[in-house]
């Protein structure tokens, strides 16, 4: 393992090349990657630390962030990968530092702010199985049947922003649908213009197949604007969801 501190991510996921100057990297473990992600909310964090495992596999990662939901999340994720995680607090900042089970290291930060024990509790607590694939996305089998062009009950605009989160994270996600069905209003998702063709392009290129209903396009007249995934019928739905596992969103 180099002795370099190296960079990766930065609050809106750019590369970066330099520990930002106001790090303390007496407090960084050496030879580990950094992801800045002070300012961005939850589940960027999460999947800025996810990116940085598995473009640098077995390497100890020490994640930034500078609010609680964060600091919790991004803890929860590092002991689902089977790390060692400690957490350690300096003004607004938490330096969250994952080890890969069986990885030794000699750690550089016993100053931290946080207390001793409460570094020493977060670290126990880190599974003993042996660590899990980052790097391998699986299906779970499951279908979704996305049925509007939002996600949740209550205000449409909001329901827009969590819908493209969620589609972001499903592209990001190990564990894919094995096939995403899109009716009514939803289909408006798979056509041109659509905020949503980034992930769902990913999510077709990752082996997921994305459908759109056929009598819905024509309802809102973009059957020619498709520009990701194909074109299905009601019946082929129908009979997904009488003979496989269906997610409705």
Request: aromatic content about 6%; some cysteine; hydrophobic content about 40%.
């Amino acid at each position: 393992m180099s002795d370099e501190v190296k960079a990766v991510y930065g609050a809106d996921l750019r590369s970066m090349t330099e520990v930002p100057n106001d790090v303390k990297k007496e407090w960084l473990v050496q030879g580990s990657v950094v992801v800045d992600m002070r300012g961005s909310l939850c589940p960027m964090p999460v999947i800025a630390t996810k990116k940085a495992m598995e473009e640098h596999p077995g390497a100890v990662i020490t994640t930034l962030v500078d609010n609680e939901v964060s600091r919790d999340n991004v803890t929860k994720f590092g002991k689902s990968r089977q790390c060692e995680v400690t957490v350690a607090t300096g003004g607004n900042t938490h330096y969250l530092t994952m080890v890969p089970a069986g990885t030794q290291v000699a750690t550089v930060s016993p100053e931290a702010s946080a207390t001793k024990a409460s570094v020493t509790e977060v670290a126990s607590e880190a599974p003993k199985s042996p660590a899990a694939s980052v790097s391998s996305p699986n299906f779970g089998g499951k279908v979704l049947l996305i049925t509007k062009d939002y996600l949740g009950e209550g205000n449409e605009e909001l329901g827009r922003t969590l819908m493209k989160t969620f589609m972001f994270c499903l592209a990001e996600s190990d564990v894919k649908p094995s096939k995403i069905y899109f009716i009514n209003s939803g289909v408006k998702m798979v056509t041109e213009e659509s905020p949503h063709l980034e992930n769902l392009k990913n999510l077709v290129e990752a082996g997921v197949d994305i459908a759109a209903c056929g009598i819905c396009l024509d309802f809102y007249g973009l059957k020619e604007k498709v520009v990701v995934g194909s074109i299905t019928n009601l019946y082929a739905i129908t009979e997904a969801m009488l003979t496989e596992p269906m997610v409705t969103l």
